[in-house]
């Protein structure tokens, strides 16, 4: 029997994705401005040129902003943290197939558009390639997917890229990756206003993304907050190899490091010990103190973002490394390992500070697997990390 076609007819919805946090660039990168007009208004506007419906995809309903147009559909993430969360909940709004576009795409062009939604026919998914980078981000995605992305996300699986050996996918050759270009950090702005003839400053916009006056403070950049690390990388890359290898080096140098590692589940106490009968009985919070640690655990409705979570458990560290949050770290190692069994890494080269690998893959800063005091090094000399920070019993006293 032929598998039903996701894309029967014509594709009837576009929705921007726009539930990032922009911790990299330092700013709401949504809020960027070309030609008069934000990142999140032309590719608003752009979306709706070509789709009957349009929507925006968001962590909260409270991120949406405030002059977006009344046709406009807010969908929040039915798991928030991530694009795989956020394209759950808008296939399980519409029900039909959508398609997605990142909110900081810089030029996006109808034609490539048009490209991928001709590709869906039976497929799930229908994505640009350029090289052998996937666009996940600039995609058709089928209600098939649904329960696949469901199942992701109770494990813990936050990548879109975890979903495509799931689901029947149609790739469209790309040979030129200009209408996939977006804005992650600062250097990437500088490109984008060189690609499209420096039309923000044509427009009246400083260069600089994140204009500060003398009394702004960017995200990580007070004197008193940690570095954030996160270490990536697909399943069975070797990330918790790396960061057993990595913290030792760091506190070798005198730093005071803090990790953080997300899970799908959480319950660390032992059925039938005296702790275990506490959190019974309904306490929204509860704390188990030893001679040598604490351990503090609170329910909460939603999940903690990582800013979150450094903020209030953090402060007095020199740097916290995590393992995963792509989208929330402002610094991200990647580790790429050729025997995992995967064909592409998981972030772009832009995306990454340092790439750890065996494979052969280029990347400006690129490292061994087994070259951790050397990555140690570039760490601390790229991110100025240094041992002169509060204590933690100063930070809780």
């Keep these: 029997m032929r598998p039903q076609a996701t894309c029967p007819g014509s594709v009837r919805i576009g929705v921007v994705l726009a539930g990032g946090e922009s911790r990299r660039m330092g700013c709401d990168k949504r809020g960027l401005r070309v030609g008069g007009a934000t990142l999140l208004q032309r590719n608003l506007?752009?979306?709706?040129?070509?789709?009957?419906?349009?929507?925006?995809?968001?962590?909260?309903?409270?991120?949406?902003?405030?002059?977006?147009?009344?046709?406009?559909?807010?969908?929040?993430?039915?798991?928030?943290?991530?694009?795989?969360?956020?394209?759950?909940?808008?296939?399980?709004?519409?029900?039909?197939?959508?398609?997605?576009?990142?909110?900081?795409?810089?030029?996006?062009?109808?034609?490539?558009?048009?490209?991928?939604?001709?590709?869906?026919?039976?497929?799930?998914?229908?994505?640009?390639?350029?090289g052998d980078h996937l666009e996940p981000l600039h995609a058709v995605?089928?209600?098939?997917?649904?329960?696949?992305?469901?199942?992701?996300?109770?494990?813990?699986?936050?990548?879109?890229?975890?979903?495509?050996?799931?689901?029947?996918?149609?790739?469209?050759?790309?040979?030129?990756?200009?209408?996939?270009?977006?804005v992650n950090t600062p250097a990437d702005w500088a490109e984008a206003r060189r690609r499209l003839g420096d039309a923000s400053r044509e427009a009246g916009v400083s260069a600089d993304p994140c204009p500060r006056t003398e009394t702004d403070v960017r995200p990580g950049q007070d004197a008193d907050a940690p570095v954030v690390l996160g270490v990536v990388g697909r399943s069975g890359s070797g990330k918790t190899t790396l960061i057993e290898r990595l913290i030792p080096e760091l506190?070798?140098?005198?730093?005071?490091?803090?990790?953080?590692?997300?899970?799908?589940?959480?319950?660390?106490?032992?059925?039938?010990?005296?702790?275990?009968?506490?959190?019974?009985?309904?306490?929204?919070?509860?704390?188990?103190?030893s001679p040598g640690k604490v351990a503090f655990v609170a329910r909460q409705k939603s999940e903690a973002s990582l800013g979150e979570i450094v903020?209030?458990?953090?402060?007095?560290?020199?740097?916290?490394?995590?393992?995963?949050?792509?989208?929330?770290?402002?610094?991200?190692?990647?580790?790429?390992?050729?025997?995992?069994?995967?064909e592409t890494t998981v972030c772009g080269p832009a995306e990454q500070l340092a790439l750890v690998t065996d494979a052969d893959l280029a990347h400006p800063q690129r490292f061994g697997l087994e070259d951790t005091p050397a990555l140690a090094q570039f760490l601390v000399e790229r991110l100025r990390l240094t041992a002169d920070r509060r204590t933690p019993d100063d930070a809780i006293s």
């Excluded at 709706?48 to 909260?60: A, C, K, T």
């Excluded at 560290?317 to 393992?323: F, G, Q």
């Excluded at 770290?329 to 390992?337: G, I």
Aim: charged letters at 25%.
């Design 311 to 342: 903020t209030r458990y953090f402060d007095g560290y020199d740097v916290v490394v995590c393992e995963g949050y792509r989208r929330e770290a402002p610094n991200v190692v990647e580790v790429f390992r050729s025997g995992a069994g995967h």
């Design 45 to 130: 506007a752009f979306l709706g040129e070509l789709f009957p419906v349009v929507g925006i995809s968001v962590r909260d309903p409270r991120q949406a902003p405030d002059d977006l147009p009344e046709d406009v559909i807010v969908i929040p993430d039915e798991v928030a943290g991530s694009p795989l969360g956020g394209l759950t909940a808008i296939l399980a709004r519409f029900g039909e197939p959508i398609f997605a576009l990142a909110a900081d795409l810089v030029d996006p062009q109808s034609e490539a558009v048009g490209r991928v939604l001709a590709a869906c026919g039976d497929a799930d998914v229908a994505l640009p390639v350029v």
């Design 141 to 182: 995605y089928g209600p098939a997917c649904l329960p696949h992305m469901r199942r992701l996300l109770a494990a813990g699986a936050h990548s879109i890229l975890d979903l495509l050996p799931l689901v029947r996918v149609a790739r469209v050759r790309f040979a030129d990756g200009s209408p996939f270009f977006n």
């Design 251 to 289: 506190t070798a140098r005198g730093l005071r490091v803090g990790a953080v590692k997300r899970v799908a589940r959480l319950d660390i106490d032992v059925p039938g010990k005296d702790s275990w009968r506490h959190s019974l009985t309904g306490a929204d919070a509860y704390a188990v103190g």
